[in-house]
Each structure stands twice: as structure tokens, then as C-alpha cells.
């Protein structure tokens, strides 16, 4: 049971709807975006941390899977670092939208590179999701000049990088202790380069929810854990467009919880289209 991929990508799906409305909420409170994300950031590689004994204890041999470690904590440093400021601009399920082209260039990677079979029905489904999620919150004139829209796009093209380098090296680790280093590296430089101080980490905590940055640093922490897992254990050709199901998912949050019933036909249209995609994705 728990070596599916499928469950681990249910998970997935879940926790990063309360990452993303969390992190939403969060970063319009914050004070300094690059003190904010050291400090989620740090929550949540110390939280991935206890998770080590529950994966199998094991370390690479091979120089090059510590180097392309290396690579994926500077990809992810500037990604982290960027979504913040992204976040801060845009609405939680916007974001999730963008968040898609990591997922689209995980996907390519995943064929280009690991010779995952990539039929037209695979293909086609592909489409179906993505698409389906982008058209939903598509309005003339909300790509043009927002430079939180492009912050997000540059940020999710390097976290696509880093995913893929992840797919093709966190195997070779400790899962929990893996994710903990991407989490904590990131964070000490940002820390560095951003010239940040204690006492900005320390104000950002006293002035925003403590109990949301908890939730925050918690849940990327099994975001990350679960997504990488069922990576490891699915193809990623397959994965990688099923995880824009968060879109959905951050619709129908916005919708029970939040009361956002904004354009809800259209969306209730694209989530049969979405649904469709799933459909001939898995087969």
C-alpha cells in the first residue's frame, strides 16, 4: 500500500492546497520576503528532519549525484526565494496555475531524458489537464505587465530544473534526510546573500500568524517528501501532469471555504475536461 505511487500523489495533492492558501495568507503579512522564506523554509527542513527513520538509511557513492545535488539547491534557492515574492501578488489558486510549467517541463524531461514512453493518448490527456487548468483562471490582460506573473514563471521554470534533478538523484539518498537538505541549503543562502538578520526572521514571526507559518513550514515539508516519493515510485511522465490536479482542488477550496462562487460554471466545465485528462493519463 504504501509503495504506490498514486497514494503518495493523493497526499501530494492534499497538502499543497493548505501549503498554498497558508503560504498565500502569510506572505501579503510579511515584512521582508527573503527573511519570511529563511524562516519557513528552516521550519520546514528541521519538520523533514524527524522523518529520517522512516526511510531507508543510505548515501550515494558516486560524486556526480552529490553534484547534481549541489545544482538542484541553487535552483531551488532561487525558486523559493521568488515564489514568496510571487505569492505575495498573486491569488493562491493564480499561483497554482503557473506552478503548472514545472510540472510541463518535468514531464518533457521525463521523455526526453528517461526514455519514458510518451504516447498520443498520454499526450492528449496531457493537454486536456494542463490546459483545462489554465483556462480556467485565463482573463484578457492579466499576463501583461504584472511582474508577479513573471516572477512566478521564472520561479517554477527553476523548479522544474530542480524536480528533475531531484527524479534523478534523491533515489540514491535518504528521502526525508534529501528533502531536508534542499530545504535547509536554500535557506542559509538566502540568509547569506540577502545580508538577512535575526531579528528580521524574529520580527517576521511575531508580526504574522504563528500558527500559519507552522502550517506553512509543516506542509512543505510533506509536499516535498510526497511528491518526490511518488516520483520515485510512478513514471514521470505520468505524475507529473496528474499534480496540476491542485488547481482543481484549490477551486473547490476557494469555493466551500472561502464562498469564491466567481465564474463557477466555467469552472465546473473545465474540471470535466480536467477529469477526462486524469482518465486517459492513467490508462
Not at 30 to 51: R, Y
Request: aromatic letters at 16%; glycine letters at 4%; hydrophobic letters at 55%.
Amino acid at each position: 500500500m504504501f509503495e504506490s505511487a498514486y497514494l503518495f500523489l493523493f497526499f501530494y495533492l492534499i497538502i499543497t492546497v493548505l501549503f498554498n492558501e497558508s503560504y498565500k495568507i502569510i506572505s501579503q503579512n510579511m515584512k521582508s520576503a527573503g527573511a519570511l522564506t529563511v524562516l519557513v523554509e528552516f521550519i520546514a527542513g528541521i519538520v523533514s528532519c524527524f522523518w529520517i527513520p522512516f526511510f531507508e538509511i543510505k548515501f550515494p557513492t558516486d560524486i556526480k549525484t552529490y553534484l547534481l545535488l549541489g545544482l538542484a539547491i541553487v535552483f531551488y534557492t532561487i525558486q523559493n526565494r521568488l515564489a514568496t515574492t510571487a505569492r505575495s501578488g498573486m491569488e493562491a489558486s493564480a499561483y497554482s496555475i503557473i506552478k503548472q510549467l514545472s510540472n510541463v517541463f518535468v514531464m518533457i524531461m521525463g521523455f526526453l531524458f528517461l526514455k519514458e514512453e510518451l504516447t498520443f493518448q498520454k499526450t492528449i490527456g496531457s493537454i486536456f489537464l494542463i490546459g483545462g487548468n489554465i483556462f480556467i483562471f485565463y482573463q484578457k490582460g492579466t499576463w501583461k505587465k504584472n511582474r508577479y506573473l513573471w516572477l512566478g514563471i521564472f520561479a517554477n521554470l527553476c523548479m522544474g530544473i530542480a524536480l528533475f534533478l531531484d527524479v534523478n538523484s534523491s533515489n540514491s539518498f535518504n528521502l526525508a534526510f534529501y528533502v531536508s537538505i534542499t530545504l535547509l541549503f536554500p535557506a542559509i543562502l538566502v540568509f547569506i546573500t540577502e545580508r538577512i538578520k535575526i531579528k528580521d526572521i524574529v520580527n517576521e514571526w511575531k508580526m504574522n500568524s504563528k500558527h500559519l507559518i507552522l502550517l506553512t513550514g509543516i506542509s512543505w515539508s510533506f509536499m516535498m517528501i510526497t511528491k518526490l516519493k511518488s516520483y520515485q515510485l510512478g513514471e514521470v511522465t505520468k505524475i507529473a501532469p496528474l499534480c496540476s490536479l491542485t488547481v482543481i482542488l484549490n477551486v473547490l477550496f476557494a469555493f466551500i471555504f472561502l464562498k469564491n462562487r466567481k465564474n463557477i460554471v466555467k469552472k465546473i466545465v473545465v474540471s470535466i475536461f480536467i477529469l477526462i485528462g486524469v482518465f486517459m493519463i492513467k490508462q
